[in-house]
């Protein structure tokens, strides 16, 4: 996500939503195929919407396994 947003990995704040850092709709579909590769299993491109932080996400996908 850091290069995604140009920026280091260490001033990410795991609890700051992903539109504050400018994470749009296109920028979603890349990070959610990333994830998808990642995890080796399908996720919804809308997922970033319904947990909005990387904190809520990485919650929701550790229990989805």
């Known amino acids: 996500m850091s290069d995604l947003l140009e ?11 992903f539109a504050r850092y400018g ?8 990070l959610t195929g990333d994830l998808e590769s990642w995890l080796g299993q399908e ?3 809308t997922i970033m919407y319904d947990y909005p932080t990387i904190a809520d ?3 929701h996908l550790s229990h989805s396994n």
Do not use: F
Request: net charge negative.
């Open 57 to 59: 996400l990485a919650a």
């Open 7 to 17: 920026i280091e990995p260490d001033e990410i704040d795991v609890k700051t939503s």
């Open 23 to 30: 994470l749009d709709s296109s920028a979603a579909v890349m």
């Open 43 to 45: 996720i919804e491109p």
